[in-house]
């Protein structure tokens, strides 16, 4: 398969504070605190570009306060950025609380700013010219903007057969929204990306793998990320592989499950079957986790 990978997704900032005792209340915690550029959708372009991947887009909604940092940071990685100004709302902001103590689990506090308000005026049917591949980021499902974009895009894909593959992106958003509402708006993609807890939410039972097979009565390929253990492939109703993780000192689990997703895309793109591609993912997602942020090394 050849052609552009085109991400459609969240761009934002991330301020990863990083900190070994318990958060103390009322009172002051010492944190190693860093500021990165981030972002689900933007984070699974920048490890597919990273991942061989030759071509890769993104497009984004950021604010005009870090516009040009964050097109300086696409660009470096080899993503050629298509980003919206918005003239009303500042870049989406992300705060990652990371307990160095706890395996480098990692907590949220999500300002989406700008990034929720890319919507169907934002899109064209011409961004789909030489693309192989259509990714969308589950965090345009949490706005109405964002569906209404969602079904704009999935309707253009199906019209010129290009495939699209969707990750859920948060469990807690998911939970609002509601599982039934987000599988009704996925129906006809072709490769979905849960985590384990996105996968049990979505199919309502508790284990990774079953919730894997039931899925992909959904979807012909659903791929679940399990970190530590690894990923399970299914198709057709079935466990068809399940792949290991690699050891990783982990220093901050932020965008690992991006980290897999970029680089299970690109190898899929290329023409890798399943197996293969999400045993990349692993790799990737090793690397994601003994690194701080959500992002690759440059190259």
Known sequence: MSGTLLVVGDVVTDIVARHDAPLAGGTDTAAEIRTLPGGAGANVACWAAHSG?????LLGRVGADSAAWH???????????????????ATGTAIALVDTGAGAERTFLTDSGASLRLSPADWSADLLGGVAWLHLSGYLFF??????????????ARARGVPVSIDPAS???????????????????????????EAELLSGVGDAEVAAAKLSGWFPLVVVTSGVAGAVVAQGGAVRARVPSLPAVARDSTGAGDAFTGAFLAAWVRGAGPREAATDGCHAGALAVARVGGRPPPR
């Open 171 to 197: 469990a807690g958003f998911l939970r609002e929204l509601g599982p039934d509402r987000f599988l009704a708006l996925a129906r006809g993609v072709d490769i979905l990306l849960p985590s384990r807890d």
């Open 143 to 156: 706005s109405a903007e964002g569906r209404g974009l969602v079904a704009a895009a999935l309707a253009s």
């Open 71 to 89: 097109e300086e940071a696409l660009t470096r990685a080899r993503v050629r950025p298509r980003l919206v100004v918005d003239p009303e709302a």
């Open 53 to 57: 991947c030759p071509d890769v887009a």
